[in-house]
């Protein structure tokens, strides 16, 4: 297997990887709107604000890892296409 093909192989099982990361962080962040929402049902939203600053926590560290990781991935095809 020529080296170009296995670097665009580790490129593709990377990005594969940042998508599975970003579903699992989407359905985090769907887990925890269904909290908010019983929150405000059911106890009087007493832990909205926690929960809130939750979900913004986990959505900005999503953000920015989907971000480096974008970085990362087009270096990489940039290198590989330089090597073709």
Not at 2 to 7: C, N
Not at 34 to 46: F, P, Q, S, V, Y
Not at 48 to 76: F, H
């Amino acid at each position: 297997m020529s080296t170009i093909v296995r670097t665009t192989a580790a490129i593709a099982d990377k990005a594969l990887e940042t998508i599975r990361y970003g579903k699992d962080n989407v359905r985090w962040l769907g887990a925890l709107m269904t909290a908010i929402r019983l929150d405000l049902e059911h106890n009087e939203g007493r832990r909205v604000a926690d929960l809130a600053s939750l979900g913004w926590d986990l959505s900005s560290d999503c953000a920015n890892y989907l971000d480096a990781q974008a970085e990362r991935l087009e270096r990489g095809l940039d290198a590989a296409e330089v090597q073709a």
